[in-house]
């Protein structure tokens, strides 16, 4: 009989990380369903998980979709009422899933949650994808209590709250199964990076609520599939924040508000040639192109109503760096 929370984890010859983390995963989530989704490895994954982990049920997918499309296809096949995707980078700790089944159980409005998420190499501190709890601010840059751009938080206690926020970070994504589909789950074009911010975005403009616990905590690596430095992530952070945001804003805001980001990342990418190298601002010119080119279909993925106050934070750029 299957248990109500599914912890779905997306493989992609990551077989080290699953040697490492994996077995904390198993030991600590005994009222869970364990699924490795594979996106077609070339490494010994799966005859590891057969040998070390006969009870971790496996689904196999015919290639590799990314993140979205890889959680899209092996979703399908696992029918538990919660979901929770787990990054394989991911050490979870002693009842980190009770309270977030609490929380659900609580308020059925509630869509989708995530936990405090700390860095594993230095576990005093937030890690940078989710910390204390995704905000946006009113331009739609992503950004978390705990971590502002690159700037990193100590964890104090200061998170240690169960509230409401704006998105739910992918690398430990706790959901309702029927609200993930009533969304058509991820945006597949997305391939990887910012599609979770886009799903609660959904989520909200329908009317569904975004939590964090900080009673729920665990630790993430990070960069385990590309590295902060990547031309390729720089490329995929920008492009899928500009579909986000004209699949999302309220109409007319979307209009001023694109074109200013569009003229503010554009020029942000001579610091990221200075700062990283001049394969980030062919990155930034390219994402450009990889929106406009996608913009007809965006268009038609918009919401009948989108929530015209979607931000917590205002000029959340000029308050930083000026």
């Known amino acids: ?4 929370l599914a912890v779905a984890i997306l493989n992609w010859n990551g077989k080290n990380w699953l040697e490492k983390f994996l077995p904390s995963v198993v030991q600590f989530s005994q009222d869970a369903d ?19 982990f006969p009870n971790v049920k496996i689904i196999k997918n015919d290639k590799n ?7 899209n296809e092996g979703l399908k096949e696992i029918k538990n009422e919660f979901y929770c995707l787990l990054n394989s980078d991911v050490e979870v700790t002693e009842n980190w899933i009770g309270p977030i089944l609490n929380l659900f159980e609580k308020d059925s409005s509630v869509s989708a949650i995530q936990p405090k998420i ?11 994808a989710g910390a204390g709890g995704g905000l946006i601010d009113n331009l739609g840059y992503p950004y978390c209590r705990g971590r502002v751009f690159d700037d990193i938080e100590e964890d104090k206690g200061q998170y240690d709250d169960e509230t409401e926020i704006f998105w739910a970070s992918g690398c430990c994504l706790f959901i309702r199964s029927k609200d993930f589909w009533e969304q058509k789950g991820f945006d597949e074009r997305f391939f990887a990076h910012q599609e979770e911010i886009d799903l609660c975005w959904r989520l909200i403009n329908s009317g569904k609520k975004i939590f964090y616990t900080g009673k729920s905590k665990v630790y993430h690596v990070g960069g385990g599939t590309l590295n902060k430095q990547s031309p390729q992530k720089t490329y995929l952070n920008i492009r899928n924040n500009f579909s986000m945001l004209l699949k999302n804003l309220p109409f007319p805001r979307l209009i001023w508000l694109i074109f ?14 200075y700062k990283n190298g001049v394969s980030h601002f062919w990155a930034v010119l390219r994402a450009h192109f990889g929106f406009y080119g996608q913009a007809f279909g965006t268009w038609k993925l ?3 109503y989108q929530k015209d106050k979607f931000y917590q934070s205002k000029w959340l750029i000029f308050k930083h760096f000026l």
């Open 65 to 71: 979709y990314g993140f979205a499309g890889g959680y």
């Open 302 to 304: 918009r919401q009948k």
């Open 1 to 4: 009989m299957s248990k109500k």
């Open 34 to 52: 364990i699924y490795v989704i594979d996106n077609l490895s070339t490494d010994d994954s799966i005859s590891f998980l057969q040998s070390q």
């Open 260 to 273: 200013f980001r569009l003229c503010l990342d554009g020029a942000a990418s001579f610091y990221f040639a």
């Open 118 to 128: 700390l860095s594993f190499n230095n576990k005093n501190y937030f890690e940078f």
